[in-house]
């Protein structure tokens, strides 16, 4: 680890002592005053943001320890952290996308439960499950969750909320200053694009950042240094998704969110961290993505299909073995030095792929009609491959298009979608993983250095800004590669 200020943050020794090794603020005196962390600034305001995902090849199966191909999308989540003063004991949740705020007062969560001897885990933890006593805690802190609100809408906000709690207590302590969390996100909510895992992976590198335990991201720092601190917030992430979709969960969101760019992924072991191969030279596929503006849930189907499996245990077991020898063939395919994107025999075996690929997704049970339809239409007109992607049972549909498709043909697929009510989205794959905006200052052209001047991101303002433009603009984010000022990123690549 590098020493010194980084980004802003204190690194190195000191973190031990917040992290809760060393603190004992509630038994008083037992820290010797010798010991004790000098009273640092308050942090200023910050900006965390995380990619949502595509999986390209393998969801479900890699459930179940097969190898899944995921690459991070363009849309985004962007959460902002603002530190109250020390006088305000409390911690506010304000996700405006999914109209939840929400206030508990920090000194009545369950800080005794969280580190209690054998219960307490550190920052640089493997967290592979929840714990049901630790759940156990957390849920009389859910139930005054937006009481008044509909069923469906009061299971959202307790999703984003006990994902929230369980990492907040787990890493934080109850010195831990009060604080308020803005979120928006530009992904769709609930719509298989890893909107759930982009969130857990700016809650997690927030709480990190606020614990001053991750150096960078910095220009000069190490890849192997960078890749340290990705493993942390993508193993803190994992806990928060956990906490979402339940043990099941394989954390292929999770990890490509915090990583970025496009990943092989695998977790034969559940007990170990999953085996990740970066693709970093993913080829910029033509693809077209669609919203069936189904609401599905990913515990629900990832459930339909472990229910199948128990009942079928061979069949849905090499069902599964064959999901995996598609997801290989395509990963050889890709890493092929001569794969062209612009070739349309190069596409047409991924194409096949994918194709063969959701034909045994709908084998499971996790299609939806409306999934169907999209891959009807595109069949129909030969434009392209369709398969879903994510959990399936509505969500979202990704189609690799042909090189040489007519430009009306494609004009009127989409005019159809659009008249049956589904929603196209313009994205590009293999975008960056984990970003830092340290402080939430824009600097509007001025140098990185420049000590002097820039704007704030007024909390206000992203609070109420109109849409995804809205949101980017505010963001920082301009141009049609989605250039970030001020945005940093941690660079693993070795090459
Ligand atoms: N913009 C958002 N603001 C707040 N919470 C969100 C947002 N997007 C997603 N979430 C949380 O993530 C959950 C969706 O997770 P999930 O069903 O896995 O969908 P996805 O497939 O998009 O990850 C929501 O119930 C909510 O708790
Ligand atoms: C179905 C699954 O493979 C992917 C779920 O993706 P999403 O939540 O729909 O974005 C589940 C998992 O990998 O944990």
Redesign the pocket.
């Known amino acids: 680890m590098s020493n010194g200020h980084v980004n802003g943050i204190h690194n190195g020794v000191d973190k031990m002592h917040i992290n809760g090794h060393l603190s004992s603020s509630r038994n008083g005196n037992a820290q010797s005053k010798a010991q004790r962390k000098q009273s640092s600034p308050m942090m200023p305001a910050f900006m965390v943001s995380a990619p949502?995902?595509v999986?390209v090849f393998?969801?479900?199966?890699?459930?179940y320890g097969k190898t899944?191909i995921a690459a991070a999308i363009s849309l985004r989540s962007y959460l902002l952290v603002t530190t109250l003063s020390k006088s305000k004991r409390t911690v506010t949740l304000r996700f405006p996308d999914i109209d939840l705020n929400h206030t508990w007062d920090i000194d009545s969560l369950p800080w005794d439960v969280f580190s209690a001897p054998g219960k307490k885990k550190y920052y640089y933890d493997l967290v592979t499950g929840l714990d049901p006593d630790l759940i156990a805690a957390i849920q009389p802190h859910l139930a005054c969750v937006s009481p008044e609100k509909p069923e469906a809408e009061r299971k959202v906000h307790q999703k984003a909320a006990v994902s929230f709690l369980y990492m907040f207590l787990s890493l934080g302590n109850q010195s831990f200053p009060g604080c308020l969390y803005a979120l928006r996100s530009t992904i769709p909510i609930?719509?298989?694009?890893?909107?759930?895992?982009s969130i857990a992976v700016c809650l997690s590198a927030a709480l990190l950042l606020q614990l001053r335990t991750l150096s960078g991201p910095h220009p000069d720092q190490p890849p192997d240094e960078a890749r340290l601190q990705v493993e942390r917030i993508n193993r803190w992430a994992y806990v928060g998704?956990m906490a979402i979709?339940g043990d099941?969960?394989?954390?292929?969101?999770n990890t490509i969110s915090t990583q970025g760019k496009a990943v092989v992924f695998r977790r034969p072991d559940y007990s170990k961290p999953p085996k990740v191969r970066p693709l970093w030279d993913f080829p910029e596929l033509p693809l077209l993505l669609v919203d069936t503006k189904q609401p599905?849930s990913?515990a629900h189907?990832?459930k339909k299909?472990r229910m199948l499996k128990q009942r079928h245990p061979e069949l849905v077991g090499s069902i599964l073995e064959a999901m995996d020898r598609v997801t290989e063939s395509a990963a050889a395919v890709l890493d092929e030095e001569e794969f062209d994107n612009d070739n349309a025999e190069c596409l047409g075996r991924i194409g096949e792929l994918m194709t063969i690929n959701h034909g045994l997704l709908v084998s499971l049970g996790?299609s939806h009609p409306r999934l169907e339809r999209v891959r009807e239409l595109v069949d129909h007109e030969g434009i392209g491959w369709t398969k879903l992607?994510?959990?399936?049972g509505g969500?979202c549909s990704i189609t690799l298009l042909r090189p040489d498709v007519a430009r009306d043909k494609l004009e009127k697929l989409e005019d159809d979608l659009e008249e049956e009510n589904y929603q196209k989205f313009e994205t590009t794959l293999g975008c960056d993983g984990v970003g830092v905006l340290w402080p939430a200052v824009l600097k509007n052209g001025l140098e990185e250095d420049d000590e002097l001047g820039g704007m704030e991101i007024n909390l206000d303002k992203f609070l109420k800004a109109d849409g995804n433009e809205g949101v980017e603009k505010l963001v920082g984010v301009h141009g049609g590669g989605g250039e970030r000022e001020g945005w940093k990123f941690w660079r693993v690549e070795s090459h």
């Open positions: 949502g995902k999986i393998g969801e479900h199966s890699v459930v899944a609930g719509a298989g694009l890893g909107s759930s895992a998704e979709h099941m969960a394989s954390g292929v969101d599905k990913t189907e990832v299909v996790v992607t994510g959990a399936g969500g």
